[in-house]
């Protein structure tokens, strides 16, 4: 469990007990940075930091957010934390999830590692959306880079689920928020670290369909927001614009926002008032935020 102060009001484990999928093996996590955890690696036991609007500001939704970092690690302040605080400052809850990165040393099936956890993460959230004073019909999700990957892929696989779930609690995001997204796993569109981190350097075709997101959009995927830098050297911007034109043949409401500059990680050096101007007049105009 995370101590720092910068990670939350409160701290919550996502699992009581077992972690599913997990052979029992506890990897030592590294913390990175100086006075804040600039970055995570070697998650095994998965949390999730609670930050909280207060009362008087609160629009009741929520935002669960998964940084990204390649399925290798994970930019918990820059991607994490420093959005959490954005959004509460908009009167938003605001959950930064410590997902497990896939490993064949601490999981049986890495590939759905990270899935659980999300899944796990919207759980939690419903279930105690009255403590945390949160409408359990105005709960999102949030991802950058391979984070966004995660997030498109618990929107778009939200009915079957993952984890134990015997009060069949709704693992179905209200809204989706992908920030500059892994989306694709296939040869054409994948960026290569994620998918070998997730899938392996020679996964089979079933997985990369499975893992694609641009494949898996039905009609009853979330409302979605995109944003992606044009200049984006690293995850190509035709993976939030493939997952954009399947929402669209879908009839789900998206909007995408391309940005002229800011290559890759653009949340690193673009304030975060600046670039989530247009999601915050989304968030306005869907009814999330007053």
Do not use: C
């Amino acid at each position: 469990m995370l101590t720092d102060e910068a990670s939350g009001q409160e701290v919550v484990l996502l699992y009581a007990g077992k972690v599913p999928n997990s052979i029992g093996v506890k990897s030592s996590e590294i913390l990175g940075g100086g006075g804040g955890i600039k970055f995570i690696r070697n998650v095994s036991i998965p949390s999730m930091s609670v930050y909280l609007p207060d009362s008087s500001q609160s629009n009741g939704s929520a935002v669960i957010i998964f940084p990204g970092g390649g399925y290798y690690l994970e930019a918990y302040e820059i991607e994490g934390t420093q959005i959490a605080q954005a959004l509460v400052g908009h009167g938003v809850a605001a959950f930064v999830v410590k997902y497990r990165l896939p490993t064949d040393s601490t999981m049986v099936d890495k590939t759905i590692g990270p899935l659980q956890d999300a899944q796990e993460a919207t759980k939690v959230v419903r279930e105690r959306s009255g403590v945390w004073r949160i409408n359990p019909n105005k709960i999102g999700i949030m991802g950058f880079s391979a984070g966004g990957h995660l997030a498109s892929t618990a929107g778009t696989h939200f009915q079957r689920a993952v984890v134990p779930n015997e009060d069949n609690v709704s693992l179905r995001p209200d809204f989706m928020i992908l920030v500059y997204p892994v989306i694709s796993m296939t040869n054409t569109l994948a960026h290569l670290g994620s998918r070998n981190f997730l899938l392996g350097e020679h996964p089979p075709d079933s997985l990369i369909d499975y893992f694609s997101g641009e494949k898996n959009v039905t009609n009853d995927t979330p409302p979605t927001f995109l944003i992606h830098a044009e200049d984006d050297k690293t995850v190509d911007p035709d993976n939030s614009l493939e997952f954009f034109e399947a929402l669209r043949r879908h009839d789900v409401p998206a909007e995408l926002v391309v940005i002229p500059k800011g290559g890759h990680g653009f949340a690193a050096n673009i304030p975060a008032e600046k670039w989530m101007q247009p999601l915050l007049s989304w968030m306005r105009d869907n009814g999330w935020i007053k």
